[in-house]
């Protein structure tokens, strides 16, 4: 049977890499007594990265569930990776929950990635808690850290517990809200006093808490500003409400290797972060009727209409589809009928499970805000909204964003091509932001992801999952070709051998679009000069030679062409003849056209101690890069944003590397297409003319 809507905690671990999410989510599932050890990512037996790819490198590559119980609650956590070429699947995990623990390391603080996912987390408007972790590591610093919150964050941190000792000697926290010590023997907690030395620190940190308190909310304020204490239940209602308002974010700190502060995070969940309940009172959970449009509002009630949403899929080829989805309204059960609202499909569902990372325990039914697996659904892919087909509704769609790079494949047996291509397939249900297909003209394989590494780890998971094998050749850049100038030409396609001829007669004219205008067609013929019916097969032929290109073999890209004139042939003419006719035409127009090549520009941030600066600044500057800032973050740290060529930063996670000893950080995202200069633009019309001589 379902769970209490009341009593359900969904909760997404989100932040960059290494802060120690699935750590953290190992030991709260040793402390909920979910697990009977506590697994390590030194040894690879953590429970949520269960993956072979994720224990030999020693970080989260895709996001996994775990579900247990604490104290009278059902907590659905979801460990989310933090590296940046796989926050696609972070974000869309956050579309499914209704709090996240924010996670930051004492030492290295706010990392770039913590930020974005942040950002994403706003997006879906999460209420969050900070765990600082890592207080036993050397130079952790709690002040540091928590000033260094508040600025990259922007909000107000308010601590609702400080560390007692540091480093090493780091051996539990003082409750700001029971004003007691929490020390920890194996694990456990144990209260006591307040030590002596640190009476007068806690006083003062108590004193914020409930001035912040107070702060948020007129009633309190009043009181407080009175001279009357709080009660303790004022105190967590208010803390609870400034989180869900987003007024502040309450933070906790402890270490999650040494399993101290862990079940004080745990409490904070349970009276910070919403119940499915409260957050659809605060964000009513809306979407449309896709037969109508109409704004739908589904509220998390058992006996509503179903409506889920899947955030996750897993492709085994022994055990099937796994589809993981998170339902909003309504209860499902393992034979109910659903209507797939983004594909317009019916689909049965069937065996469910709860899961803890790789175990299933079965299920037969589960109400609102529960988080599930089901197995062996046929249509539904990550992301898509099922619903009761008699009330239908589709919830907003995730948005990933477009691959950042482009490999083509090369499988290493001759003829396994097949085999790649329906391993890819299932990986690509697995995870949305991989997209997979076949270049029309050189016919290879073309994989695009996040980044180098997104498309190593896919390339293993085929190789393990579906026994292929294949190699990565020199990543692709999506280049652009574009005209500079307007320019006019005739396009005629006249045959005449034997029989019937062709006859098709076209006047065109080019002009270019600004940047992102894409492609425009104007019809201008007058009096028939060329008849109705044969002026799409003109548009037609147009489109596909910019398809191919015309200088370099790179699609066209902010250009309008006006068909103004031209003639044609009772017997003669076709539409295949005017076709031709259309795409002879541009070819002629472009030769006066000044046709140049564009090529992508990306977003670059990058995150280095202030001892590499130079080496950073200088190797953008290197890679025909434009710096456009500088900022200090506190710890010395210091942010460059830059836009640089996309085609300068295949290995830049490499470089950046030893550029800083292993300390930088950098995120990327697409920014606008610009001209490239001309000794660039030279050689890729040369590797055309080449790939041609070889074709
Ligand atoms: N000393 C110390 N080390 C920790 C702590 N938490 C995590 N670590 C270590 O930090 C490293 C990264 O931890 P993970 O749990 O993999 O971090 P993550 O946030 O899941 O990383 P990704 O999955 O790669 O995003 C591992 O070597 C952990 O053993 C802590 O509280 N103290
Ligand atoms: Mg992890």
């Given at each position: 049977m379902g769970?209490?809507?009341?009593?359900i905690?969904?909760v997404a671990?989100i932040?960059?890499?290494?802060?120690?999410?699935?750590?953290l989510v190992?030991?709260?599932?040793?402390?909920?007594?979910?697990?009977?050890?506590?697994?390590?990512?030194?040894?690879?037996?953590?429970?949520?990265?269960?993956?072979?790819?994720?224990?030999?490198?020693?970080?989260?590559?895709?996001?996994?569930l775990?579900?247990s119980?604490?104290?009278?609650h059902?907590?659905?956590?979801?460990?989310?990776?933090?590296?940046?070429n796989f926050?696609?699947?972070?974000?869309?995990?956050?579309?499914a929950?209704?709090?996240?623990?924010?996670?930051?390391g004492?030492?290295?603080?706010?990392k770039a990635?913590t930020?974005?996912?942040?950002?994403?987390?706003?997006?879906?408007?999460?209420?969050?808690?900070?765990?600082?972790?890592?207080?036993d590591?050397?130079n952790?610093?709690?002040?540091?850290?928590?000033?260094?919150?508040e600025?990259?964050?922007?909000?107000?941190?308010?601590p609702?517990?400080?560390p007692?000792?540091?480093?090493s000697?780091f051996?539990?926290?003082?409750?700001?809200?029971?004003?007691?010590?929490?020390?920890?023997?194996?694990?456990?907690p144990?209260?006591?006093?307040?030590?002596?030395?640190l009476?007068?620190?806690?006083?003062d940190y108590?004193?914020?808490?409930?001035?912040?308190?107070a702060?948020?909310?007129?009633?309190l304020?009043?009181k407080?500003?009175?001279?009357?204490d709080?009660?303790?239940?004022?105190?967590?209602?208010?803390?609870m409400?400034?989180?869900?308002?987003?007024?502040?974010?309450?933070?906790?700190?402890?270490?999650?290797?040494?399993?101290?502060?862990?079940?004080?995070?745990?409490?904070?969940?349970?009276?910070?972060?919403?119940?499915?309940?409260?957050?659809?009172?605060?964000?009513?959970?809306k979407?449309?009727?896709?037969?109508?449009?109409?704004?739908?509002?589904r509220n998390p009630?058992?006996?509503?209409?179903v409506s889920l949403r899947?955030?996750?899929?897993?492709a085994?080829p022994?055990?099937?589809?796994?589809?993981?989805?998170?339902?909003?309204?309504?209860?499902?059960?393992s034979?109910?009928?659903?209507?797939?609202?983004?594909?317009?499909?019916?689909?049965?569902?069937?065996?469910?499970?709860?899961?803890?990372?790789?175990k299933?325990?079965?299920?037969?039914e589960?109400?609102?805000?529960?988080?599930?697996?089901?197995?062996k659904?046929?249509?539904?892919?990550?992301?898509?909204?099922?619903?009761?087909?008699?009330?239908?509704?589709?919830f907003?769609p995730?948005?990933?964003?477009?691959?950042?790079?482009?490999?083509?494949?090369?499988?290493k047996?001759?003829?396994d091509?097949?085999?790649?291509?329906?391993?890819?397939?299932?990986?690509l249900?697995?995870?949305?932001?991989l997209?997979?297909?076949?270049?029309m003209?050189?016919?290879?394989?073309?994989?695009?992801?996040m980044?180098?590494?997104?498309l190593?780890?896919?390339?293993?998971?085929?190789?393990?999952?579906?026994?292929?094998?294949v190699?990565?050749?020199?990543?692709?850049?999506?280049?652009?070709?574009?005209?500079?100038?307007?320019?006019?030409?005739?396009?005629?396609?006249?045959?005449?051998?034997?029989?019937r001829?062709?006859?098709?007669d076209?006047?065109?004219?080019i002009?270019?679009?600004?940047?992102?205008?894409g492609?425009?067609?104007?019809?201008?013929?007058?009096?028939?000069?060329?008849?109705?019916?044969y002026?799409?097969?003109?548009?037609?032929g147009?489109?596909?030679?910019?398809?191919?290109?015309?200088?370099a073999?790179?699609?066209?890209?902010?250009?309008?062409?006006?068909?103004?004139d031209?003639?044609?042939?009772?017997?003669?003419?076709?539409?295949m003849?005017?076709?031709?006719?259309?795409?002879?035409?541009?070819?002629?127009?472009?030769?006066?056209?000044?046709?140049?090549?564009?090529?992508?520009i990306?977003n670059v941030?990058?995150?280095t101690?202030?001892?590499f600066?130079?080496?950073?600044?200088?190797?953008?500057?290197?890679?025909?890069?434009?710096?456009?800032?500088?900022?200090?973050?506190a710890?010395?740290?210091q942010?460059?944003?830059?836009?640089?060529p996309?085609?300068e930063?295949?290995?830049?996670?490499?470089?950046?590397?030893?550029l800083?000893?292993?300390q930088?950080m950098?995120t990327m995202e697409s920014?606008h297409?610009?001209?490239?200069?001309?000794h660039?633009?030279?050689?890729?019309i040369?590797?055309?003319?080449e790939?041609?001589?070889?074709?």
């Amino acid at each position: 049977m379902g769970f209490d809507v009341e009593k359900i905690r969904n909760v997404a671990v989100i932040a960059g890499g290494g802060a120690g999410k699935t750590s953290l989510v190992e030991a709260v599932l040793f402390d909920a007594k979910a697990t009977g050890r506590l697994g390590t990512i030194e040894e690879g037996n953590t429970v949520t990265d269960f993956e072979p790819e994720e224990m030999h490198r020693k970080n989260s590559l895709s996001s996994s569930l775990a579900c247990s119980d604490w104290k009278g609650h059902r907590l659905n956590l979801v460990d989310t990776p933090g590296f940046i070429n796989f926050l696609e699947d972070t974000k869309c995990c956050l579309s499914a929950v209704d709090g996240a623990v924010v996670v930051v390391g004492a030492r290295v603080g706010v990392k770039a990635e913590t930020v974005k996912v942040w950002q994403y987390a706003d997006d879906y408007e999460i209420p969050r808690v900070i765990f600082l972790n890592k207080m036993d590591r050397e130079n952790a610093n709690f002040q540091n850290a928590l000033e260094g919150i508040e600025q990259s964050f922007g909000m107000t941190a308010v601590p609702l517990n400080i560390p007692m000792g540091a480093e090493s000697s780091f051996e539990g926290i003082i409750d700001l809200l029971k004003m007691k010590a929490v020390t920890f023997k194996s694990g456990s907690p144990v209260e006591g006093e307040i030590p002596e030395s640190l009476k007068e620190e806690a006083e003062d940190y108590h004193r914020q808490l409930i001035e912040k308190v107070a702060e948020s909310d007129d009633t309190l304020l009043e009181k407080y500003l009175e001279g009357s204490d709080l009660t303790e239940e004022e105190i967590h209602e208010g803390i609870m409400q400034g989180t869900l308002s987003r007024a502040f974010v309450p933070l906790v700190c402890g270490s999650a290797t040494e399993n101290i502060g862990v079940q004080q995070l745990l409490d904070t969940i349970l009276f910070c972060l919403p119940s499915p309940a409260a957050k659809a009172a605060k964000t009513p959970v809306k979407g449309t009727n896709p037969k109508n449009g109409d704004e739908v509002v589904r509220n998390p009630e058992p006996g509503a209409p179903v409506s889920l949403r899947v955030f996750k899929t897993l492709a085994d080829p022994f055990a099937g589809k796994l589809t993981i989805f998170r339902v909003f309204s309504g209860t499902v059960k393992s034979d109910s009928a659903l209507f797939n609202a983004t594909r317009d499909s019916k689909e049965r569902m069937g065996n469910m499970f709860y899961l803890l990372g790789n175990k299933q325990t079965p299920v037969k039914e589960v109400g609102p805000g529960e988080i599930v697996a089901v197995a062996k659904l046929k249509d539904a892919q990550t992301g898509d909204t099922m619903c009761d087909a008699a009330h239908p509704v589709l919830f907003p769609p995730v948005q990933f964003i477009d691959p950042m790079i482009s490999y083509a494949l090369d499988p290493k047996s001759r003829g396994d091509e097949e085999k790649v291509s329906s391993g890819l397939q299932r990986l690509l249900e697995e995870d949305p932001s991989l997209k997979f297909h076949r270049d029309m003209e050189s016919k290879e394989m073309i994989l695009g992801g996040m980044g180098q590494m997104h498309l190593e780890v896919t390339l293993e998971k085929l190789k393990r999952k579906f026994g292929v094998e294949v190699i990565m050749k020199t990543p692709k850049i999506a280049y652009r070709e574009t005209i500079r100038a307007s320019s006019s030409a005739q396009g005629k396609y006249k045959k005449q051998s034997g029989g019937r001829g062709q006859f098709g007669d076209c006047w065109i004219k080019i002009e270019p679009l600004t940047r992102g205008g894409g492609f425009e067609f104007v019809n201008q013929i007058v009096g028939g000069a060329i008849p109705r019916q044969y002026i799409p097969a003109v548009e037609k032929g147009i489109v596909e030679k910019m398809k191919e290109g015309l200088i370099a073999g790179y699609p066209v890209v902010d250009m309008k062409a006006t068909l103004y004139d031209g003639s044609y042939h009772n017997v003669d003419s076709s539409e295949m003849a005017f076709k031709i006719a259309g795409s002879m035409g541009l070819q002629k127009a472009v030769q006066t056209a000044k046709a140049v090549i564009l090529e992508p520009i990306v977003n670059v941030e990058v995150n280095t101690p202030e001892e590499f600066l130079g080496n950073v600044i200088g190797d953008l500057n290197a890679k025909r890069g434009k710096v456009q800032g500088v900022d200090s973050m506190a710890g010395g740290a210091q942010k460059v944003n830059a836009q640089v060529p996309m085609a300068e930063m295949l290995t830049y996670a490499n470089q950046l590397n030893s550029l800083t000893s292993g300390q930088g950080m950098y995120t990327m995202e697409s920014s606008h297409y610009e001209e490239v200069p001309s000794h660039i633009a030279q050689k890729l019309i040369d590797e055309k003319e080449e790939a041609k001589k070889e074709g």
